[in-house]
């Protein structure tokens, strides 16, 4: 099994509230991504990260915030949450190749959010 | 833009049975990766097979097999001698040199006791 965490796996929240959602990773990847993906349908990347100090908007736009700050850990932070915001959030981490097809992703277990 | 397809959004099968998941992709790219993923009910997504593109040999993990045809653009998964833990969400995934990294919408598969 890949090593991939994430915390909490659910979370009941306000609108409005601050949150963030945890990543670790303890595989070394540079790679590491955040999905959006609602009960039953297909998964959206929402940001994506190539290492330290990297962070990028992925295809689908979210309000959510990410940082590198360490290769293992990349946290996701909704600053004012909505009940729009409720759904799962994955995370994955894969090596990176320069040139190249390139690596499996690994998936963490989810964190499931809902906003009332 | 490369797209991916799984048409059957649910299957079911009996158990100890085959079933044939479908995927078909669409690139214009001439080497890339593609990937079966499991997401069982509140459960982790694990990576059941994978494939490379440049290999012409169908990618088989143990009850779980692929057939690659890669002019068609077609990848399909096999799964043999179904199980009730075989019950899941599976997606199709396409992986391109750039990094690029595009799933389909995903088949429920229900297993039958």
């Known amino acids: 099994e890949a090593d991939i965490y994430q915390t909490p796996r659910y979370l009941v929240i306000g609108t409005g509230k601050k949150i963030t959602l945890e990543c670790s990773q303890t595989?070394?990847?540079?790679?590491m991504y955040w999905y959006q993906q609602d009960p039953g349908m297909e998964l959206h990347l929402i940001h994506y990260?190539?290492?330290?100090?990297?962070?990028e908007k992925g295809d689908l736009s979210s309000e959510s915030t990410v940082s590198r700050i360490r290769t293992e850990h990349f946290p996701l932070t909704l600053e004012s949450a909505r009940p729009s915001h409720t759904s799962q959030y994955l995370c994955?981490?894969?090596?990176?190749?320069?040139?190249?097809?390139?690596?499996?992703?690994?998936f963490g277990p989810g964190t499931r959010l809902l906003v009332l | 833009a490369q797209t991916v397809t799984q048409s059957q959004p649910e299957m079911s099968v009996q158990e100890a049975e085959t079933v044939t998941l479908s995927c078909t992709y669409d690139t214009s790219e001439s080497d890339y990766y593609l990937f079966w993923y499991k997401q069982p009910p509140s459960r982790q997504m694990i990576l059941v097979i994978r494939q490379e593109a440049y290999k012409q040999q169908n990618a088989t993990e143990n009850r779980f097999s692929v057939n690659f045809q890669k002019a068609a653009k077609s990848f399909s998964l096999k799964i043999s001698d179904s199980q009730l833990g075989d019950a899941a969400m599976y997606f199709c995934?396409?992986?391109?040199?750039?990094?690029?990294?595009?799933f389909g919408k995903g088949t429920r598969l229900h297993i039958l006791p």
């Open positions: 994955a981490s894969s090596e990176y190749r320069i040139r190249g097809p390139q690596e499996t992703q690994y």
């Open positions: 595989m070394g990847h540079d790679k």
């Open positions: 990260s190539y290492g330290v100090n990297s962070t």
């Open positions: 995934a396409y992986r391109s040199w750039d990094d690029k990294i595009i």
